[in-house]
């Protein structure tokens, strides 16, 4: 089971995929877990350059989506809401159907313990649009999150490793339910 993994984040040390990093450390087989590169090489949208040959970097981002057996997303919350580069990446597959039924899950972490609430609210009123499969066993929030994994994604805090875990194995069975 091939799993996407996509941080929302571009900062460097990132909780969000230092999460991924964890969660591609702790998964169990059958899920192989591959980041994807950052999004900062996706171009700004724009309709007019969305037709057959759109940019090099939005056939590779697409091609990347569609081999995958699910996408597992990690993003912060800025101003209440996803971060721009994110929501870039998902407004050039609106049309190109990508995610259309495919399997996703999502972690939102925020460094302060109020959550990223807003954000997976936005996030999954984006991905209901996209229409992906997503259940909320494959929804997981993590807030404090800088207390409990470390930059290079080693999970320091149990309940945060055990919380994580169930997580992955909610999303390889929402993979197999999918077929």
Not at 10 to 30: E, F
Not at 57 to 73: G, H, M, P
């Amino acid at each position: 089971m091939k799993v996407l993994a996509v941080s929302g984040s571009l900062r460097k040390g990132s909780s969000n995929t230092a999460l991924l990093l964890a969660a591609k450390r702790i998964a169990n087989d059958p899920l192989q877990i591959t980041l994807a590169d950052p999004l900062d090489r996706i171009p700004h949208f724009n309709p007019d350059l969305d037709t057959d040959s759109p940019p090099k970097e939005v056939t590779q981002w697409r091609k990347e989506l569609k081999e995958a057996d699910a996408i597992l997303f990690s993003s912060p919350e800025y101003a209440f809401a996803i971060p721009g580069v994110l929501k870039n990446a998902l407004d050039w597959i609106v049309s190109s159907a990508e995610l259309y039924g495919k399997p996703v899950g999502l972690i939102n972490a925020s460094p302060g313990y109020g959550g990223a609430s807003k954000a997976q609210e936005a996030f999954l009123h984006l991905l209901n649009v996209l229409t992906v499969k997503i259940n909320d066993d494959c929804v997981l929030s993590i807030p404090a999150v800088n207390k409990k994994v470390d930059p290079e994604g080693y999970i320091t805090d149990a309940q945060t490793e055990r919380n994580l875990r169930n997580f992955l194995e909610n999303l390889e069975n929402l993979i197999r339910e999918s077929g």
